[in-house]
């Protein structure tokens, strides 16, 4: 979720080349080179180690019709607060979900976090 947020911003020209170039560096220097996008949205240290969402990032960014805020919000289960916090601050709302092996079905198991995440 974090990493379709940093897309989107970069992608929109909110990220400046400067700001992208910080970011893989952190992530290099933490051997996540792959991370950097999410970097954009996971701002804390904690968040960026662990490698999850713990608060809710927030973005804005504009169209020419329209304002747009991102809201990224924690999936991990310990986060569930945090989620609904994020959620209920939103008109619109995307369930990211994951296609690895073994995610993608204990997310519809029995106290899946994407079965809680829709009901939700």
């Known amino acids: 979720k974090s990493t379709i947020s940093g897309q989107i911003l970069v992608l929109t020209g909110q990220v400046d080349e400067r700001t992208v170039e910080k970011y893989k560096m952190m992530a290099k220097q933490q051997n996540r080179e792959s991370w950097w996008i999410a970097y954009i949205m996971d701002t804390s240290e904690e968040e960026r180690s662990k490698g999850k969402t713990v608060e809710v990032g927030r973005a804005l960014f504009d169209t020419p019709a329209k304002r747009y805020t991102i809201l990224d919000a924690p999936g991990h289960k310990n986060y569930v607060p945090a989620m609904i916090q994020g959620a209920a601050?939103?008109?619109?709302?995307?369930?990211?979900?994951?296609?690895?092996r073994g995610e993608f079905e204990a997310g519809f198991q029995r106290g899946g976090q994407t079965c809680e995440h829709a009901m939700l």
């Open 89 to 100: 601050q939103a008109d619109v709302g995307v369930l990211v979900i994951s296609t690895r």
